[in-house]
């Protein structure tokens, strides 16, 4: 008999002949035996307390049986191996990361099946899902540790959180599909959990420095003490210092909006062509505080950056995007009895922006001498609570249920400019605050309540089933019912079939409900949520240890799309029309011997307007990646990651060429082991410096689209104390 099998049923076996040997074996004894005889893992309270995954040595050993790309709470809200799941999932591991030298989150998440990383107007950076691409990517939802960063304003966290620092990421879940049934509004095509290190992981201090190109310069500090600090052997903290900086690369802009404008009003101020304006600088901080059951976390935010191009399409070099978030939340989990526990938390979030644009330059129309200007500002604040429980059900059944309620406030929201937004016209007083005539949004609440309940039941030893329910109330478009539905067939000990089903939602945010004084953008406060239902089928095989293929297929159906329409008076935000896809996902991974591995993954997507069957514009129907590590001695490791993507067609009426398909190498490679903890890791991104553009919208002047950065390079020295 294998030796660790050996172990982990002695373990289970000692676990259920002494049930109050410790408080964490009933929470093993809950991953422990079903009535068939068989076992799977199940950790009660795993949603946002999973941080670790391990709490006991009992579990250590348990899950030397599953290797840390193989596990997953995401799925439902406890921990289980991938393959048993039910969602189309991946999960990338801390040294992957490090591996692949990722700088932030995106760059991650652009190596995922199904995921493509964009380019947006202001300088922030977007998902593209599935086909399903947005400037604030609102329907995909991001958490940190089960905490959601999704912003009201933009429903969206890309406004922070698009360069999100990789150092304190244990693991990254990615699930592709519907997620609403669990986790509410934003989990329309996709839910991403950012599981960070704690204590045990760090245990001590790492200092990282770097710099590259485009005088990009980057410190971060990790720390974790579980050691008994303060002489409290149940005390454990963990935190991180994360510093950013970049003039970001200048590329080059053809033609802007400003061009048209010239053309026009017979002028000479565009600054096209001219260079993109896209510096950042960002500190990031974040604390874990635990002292038994009991645990604080909390997070800090500040970040400044560029235009990039501008608000308008028009270039500029007089505009600051000030942005924070910061939370705090609090939790107590606690095993009530052999088969029951519970996780209640309390939090409190808040973000704020602060965009100084220079929304057209100096001279613009013979009537702005120092530029067209505005400064809108707002602050949003969530205060909630949740109360989850597990209980194991008749052995055989992992229920899960909850509650959350949450109170959204906007306020301090203010405006001022030199021109009265609803004419264009300037005003006599030049820049001046006009929050109280024409301000462009409005002080609002939103109280949100919410049920679910989730059965995760293992029917014989092949075959299990999920099916959950959510219900979410707003206070200000009413309420939503998302189900979903999973069956897992293992066919054999290596392979599985999924059949899933799922609903899910996107709430309005606060800038498509109560947006005033802006004809070009106005808000709705009758919207509708945006509403999809997907089906997926999913099979995997494992072929021995060496090899693991996976392919699935997917379909999907949006309604009640929420999209700006022209109206009386200007452009409304409506919901409107639908959206239609289909698609196939293949993804090949091997390993060869420790250290050295390789993976390839297809991606199709076909999605289409709903009412005239086209296709949706400025995403590819193909792309795919491919990568190679290779771990060449204890003390060298070589990284190569190609990312493919077919062309992008255009919208329909815009006469543009379509995007041209690209291919892009990225090469890392990694020094570790040669003096006692250090490690150096240097990476080139675009190796053959590819010029490459993402999409920019039909009609708003930016003719070659929005540039990427061609070849550029990071080097990164880091210790641990």
């Known amino acids: 008999m294998n030796i660790r099998l050996f172990l982990i049923l002695c373990i289970s076996l000692f676990a259920l002949i002494y049930p109050d040997y410790s408080t964490a074996l009933p929470v093993l004894r809950q991953t422990g035996k079903y009535s068939d005889g068989t076992t799977d893992i199940f950790f009660a309270g795993g949603s946002s307390e999973d941080k670790k995954v391990i709490t006991s040595k009992a579990e250590e050993e348990m899950l030397l049986f599953f290797e840390e790309k193989d596990l997953i709470v995401t799925a439902t809200k406890h921990a289980q191996s991938v393959s048993k799941a039910p969602a189309i999932a991946t999960v990338i591991t801390a040294e992957q990361i490090r591996n692949i030298g990722a700088r932030n989150l995106l760059d991650v998440l652009k190596i995922v099946p199904g995921i493509g990383v964009y380019q947006e107007f202001v300088g922030l950076k977007t998902v593209e899902v599935r086909g399903i691409k947005t400037q604030n990517a609102e329907k995909v939802l991001i958490m940190i540790d089960g905490h959601r960063?999704?912003?009201?304003?933009?429903?969206?966290?890309?406004?922070?959180?698009?360069?999100?620092?990789?150092?304190?990421?244990?693991?990254?879940?990615?699930?592709?599909?519907?997620?609403?049934a669990l986790y509410g509004a934003n989990a329309f095509v996709a839910v991403i959990n950012v599981i960070t290190k704690e204590a045990d992981d760090i245990n001590g201090i790492q200092a990282t420095a770097g710099g590259g190109s485009f005088n990009t310069q980057r410190y971060n500090i990790l720390f974790g003490n579980s050691?008994?600090?303060?002489?409290?052997?149940?005390?454990?903290?963990?935190?991180?210092?994360?510093?950013?900086?970049?003039?970001?690369?200048?590329?080059?802009?053809?033609?802007?909006?400003?061009?048209?404008?010239?053309?026009?009003?017979?002028?000479?101020?565009?600054?096209?062509?001219?260079?993109?304006?896209?510096?950042?600088?960002?500190?990031?901080?974040?604390?874990?505080?635990?002292?038994?059951?009991?645990?604080?976390?909390?997070?800090?935010v500040d970040k400044k950056m560029g235009p990039y191009i501008g608000a308008t399409y028009a270039l500029n070099n007089e505009s600051t995007q000030k942005l924070k978030e910061m939370f705090g939340e609090?939790?107590?989990?606690?095993?009530?009895?052999?088969?029951?526990?519970?996780?209640?938390?309390?939090?409190?979030?808040?973000?704020?922006?602060?965009?100084?644009?220079?929304?057209?330059?100096?001279?613009?129309?013979?009537?702005?001498?120092?530029?067209?200007?505005?400064?809108?500002?707002?602050?949003?604040?969530?205060?909630?609570?949740?109360?989850?429980?597990?209980?194991?059900?008749?052995?055989?059944?992992?229920?899960t249920g909850g509650g959350v309620y949450e109170r959204v406030s906007q306020f301090d929201v203010a405006q001022s400019v030199n021109f009265n937004p609803n004419t264009g016209a300037p005003l006599s007083g030049g820049f001046q605050d006009v929050s109280n005539t024409l301000n462009y949004n409005k002080a609002v609440d939103r109280d949100v309540g919410a049920l679910y309940i989730q059965d995760d039941w293992k029917i014989i030893k092949s075959l299990n089933m999920t099916l959950g329910i959510r219900h979410d109330n707003y206070s200000d478009f009413g309420g939503t019912t998302n189900p979903r539905a999973g069956l897992i067939w293992s066919f054999t000990d290596d392979g599985e079939i999924k059949l899933l089903y799922g609903g899910a939602f996107r709430a309005p945010n606060f800038q498509e409900l109560y947006n005033i004084n802006n004809p070009s953008v106005l808000g709705n406060k009758d919207l509708k949520p945006e509403k999809i239902n997907t089906y997926e089928v999913g099979a995997g095989y494992r072929f021995g240890k060496s090899l693991e293929a996976n392919i699935n297929y997917f379909y999907y159906e949006i309604r009640d799309v929420i999209r700006l329409t022209p109206a009386t008076g200007g452009n409304v935000y409506n919901n409107s029309?639908?959206?239609?896809?289909?698609?196939?996902?293949?993804?090949?991974?091997?390993?060869?011997?420790?250290?050295?591995?390789?993976?390839?993954?297809?991606?199709?997507?076909?999605?289409?307007?709903?009412?005239?069957?086209?296709?949706?514009?400025?995403?590819?129907?193909?792309?795919?990646?491919?990568?190679?590590?290779?771990?060449?001695?204890?003390?060298?490791?070589?990284?190569?990651?190609?990312?493919?993507?077919?062309?992008?067609?255009?919208?329909?009426?815009?006469?543009?060429?379509?995007?041209?398909?690209?291919?892009?190498?990225?090469?890392?490679?990694?020094?570790?082991?040669?003096y006692k903890t250090a490690e150096v890791r240097a990476a080139i991104r675009n190796l053959f410096d590819k010029k490459y553009a993402d999409p920019a919208p039909k009609g708003k002047g930016v003719t070659n689209d929005f540039p990427r950065a061609g070849i550029e390079f990071m080097i990164e020295a880091s210790y641990r104390f």
């Open 577 to 674: 029309g639908g959206t239609d896809a289909d698609g196939v996902e293949i993804e090949f991974k091997t390993g060869w011997n420790e250290g050295s591995y390789g993976y390839a993954n297809y991606s199709y997507q076909n999605a289409r307007d709903k009412d005239t069957g086209i296709a949706l514009a400025e995403v590819p129907k193909h792309r795919g990646n491919i990568g190679l590590n290779f771990g060449i001695n204890r003390y060298l490791n070589a990284n190569a990651n190609l990312f493919l993507s077919e062309s992008r067609e255009r919208a329909s009426g815009d006469t543009r060429s379509s995007l041209p398909s690209y291919a892009l190498l990225d090469l890392t490679l990694t020094g570790k082991n040669f």
């Open 149 to 180: 960063l999704n912003d009201p304003f933009y429903a969206g966290a890309m406004q922070i959180h698009d360069d999100l620092f990789v150092e304190n990421i244990k693991r990254v879940e990615i699930i592709r599909g519907p997620g609403s």
């Open 227 to 300: 050691t008994g600090s303060l002489g409290m052997e149940k005390f454990k903290v963990a935190g991180s210092f994360d510093f950013y900086k970049t003039d970001g690369p200048r590329l080059l802009v053809e033609e802007d909006a400003q061009t048209a404008n010239d053309k026009k009003h017979g002028t000479s101020v565009s600054m096209a062509p001219g260079k993109t304006d896209d510096w950042r600088e960002k500190y990031d901080f974040n604390l874990n505080i635990s002292y038994g059951d009991l645990n604080f976390k909390s997070k800090y």
């Open 330 to 399: 609090i939790s107590y989990k606690k095993s009530l009895t052999d088969d029951l526990s519970m996780v209640a938390k309390g939090y409190i979030d808040q973000f704020e922006f602060d965009k100084d644009w220079e929304l057209f330059p100096e001279g613009y129309r013979n009537l702005y001498p120092d530029g067209m200007r505005g400064n809108p500002k707002a602050k949003e604040r969530t205060t909630g609570a949740e109360l989850q429980m597990d209980y194991l059900f008749l052995k055989d059944h992992a229920v």
